[in-house]
């Protein structure tokens, strides 16, 4: 996976004004079958089980154990056969959350397909990180062969803020962020994360769209906004 680019947008370039820091960020993925690697690789690590409470030890070891196996399986059988959307947004959620940990030097929160025991139409959030300024990034991640589906990211998050999505995941996340990420979000301080594909041999205005997009405006009150584009050269 390639960093193309990552920096801190000034909102004003596209009419808007932010009251907190919107990074933008270029990932290309050049080899699918490597990044699959990369991703059971990452998938087959369950160490973070060990930290946990007894009961929540055993709970998520269980949790773990069957979805690993229906996500490995998922991303295997891209290898051989033709991308499936299942296995797009999977990747995007990944990707976005590598570049979170690595460039920006975020906590990673185990994938939300470990946590909830369903490997597809999760009724949540995709990727959770934690900032090193302690607030938790919730994160969407869509993926299309054909389109551009960073309307579809945007407008999900809305969504899901307004029916109270990321609150009610603060009883799992409660395990793997910090206490005062947990206080921050009991008080409306959050950060937010929009991973979606590009189709375009222009993948910079795709970004520029979504940061011009009437979507990212009820984004815009909260400390840091992640707008993640993910080019997928098949």
């Known amino acids: 996976m390639e960093l193309v680019s990552l920096k801190i947008e000034d909102m004003s370039d596209y009419g808007k004004a932010s009251k907190g820091v919107v990074y933008s960020a270029h990932v290309r993925i050049h080899d699918i079958e490597s990044r ?4 059971v690789t990452s998938l087959s690590d369950t160490s973070w089980i060990a930290n946990l409470g007894a009961v929540e030890k055993v709970s998520y070891a269980a949790r773990a154990e069957r979805t690993v196996v229906k996500l490995v399986r998922l ?8 991308m499936t959307t299942d296995f797009g947004e999977f990747m995007v959620s990944d990707s976005a959350q590598s570049l979170l940990n690595n460039e920006l030097d975020h906590n990673k929160v185990p994938l ?8 597809s139409g999760n009724p949540g959030f995709d990727f959770h990180t934690e900032s090193s300024t302690n607030f938790i990034a919730f994160g969407e991640a ?7 589906p960073h309307g579809k990211a945007l407008s999900q998050i809305v969504k899901f803020i307004g029916l109270k999505k990321d609150i009610a995941e603060l ?3 409660q395990h793997f962020v910090s206490e005062p990420a947990v206080n921050n979000t009991l008080q409306g301080i959050k950060a937010y994360a929009a991973a979606f594909s590009i189709n375009n041999s222009d993948p910079q205005l795709i970004i520029q769209n979504a940061l011009k997009s009437k979507f990212i405006d009820d984004l815009l009150d909260f400390p840091e906004l992640y707008v993640i584009g993910v080019e997928v050269n098949a």
């Open 171 to 173: 009883t799992d996340l």
């Open 75 to 82: 991303i295997t059988e891209r290898v051989d056969n033709q």
């Open 142 to 148: 869509k993926y299309s062969g054909e389109a551009n």
């Open 112 to 119: 939300a397909e470990l946590l909830k025991e369903k490997i």
């Open 36 to 39: 699959a690697d990369e991703m």
